[in-house]
């Protein structure tokens, strides 16, 4: 899924290789609703996703910490129902190999702590935080040349699928899914 700027993998919340609500607990959303079909992970820059509900709220600070990789990560999860209408959203098909390969690539993407459990993390602005979704600390550093786009286009050569070169925009992806 592609909002412009940011992609996500969208994948369905349970099926025989994975349930994702063992990993991204619902308990851990406002709503608490386990009566979802799909979750979107993406993964970015820690602050970037934390303290910035909209470009206004961009601060300088944020954008050089983010650009040049000074902070930490995260990655975040986020249940819909049905498939979020009015974005791009290109659907590829995995072999039960493939979406492992998919499943390890998240796995390892996240950061748990020395009693293997994720760190889960909290907004600094309520408005942030949506109703069915929710933050973890996650490893790797965002910067200018590793993207949240970057570590989707890395995510799909890892499951065998098309994929860019390098690409630190979503348009680089997505071009390969228009052919």
Known sequence: MQSGVHTDFIVPVKNTVRNWKEI???ENTRD????VHFLSIGWGDRDFYLSTPTWFDLTPKIALSAAFG???S???SFYYYDLPPGRLIKKIKLTENQYK???NYVDNSLKYSSENQLELLTASKPEIMYNNDAYYSAQGKYNMSFTCNTWINEGLKVCEQKAALWTAF???IFYHYQK
């Open 32 to 35: 608490k609703d386990t009566n």
């Open 101 to 103: 390969k998919l499943v």
């Open 24 to 26: 991204f607990p619902t």
């Open 74 to 76: 995260a990655i975040h």
């Open 170 to 172: 979503g348009g680089g």
């Open 70 to 72: 000074l902070g930490s």
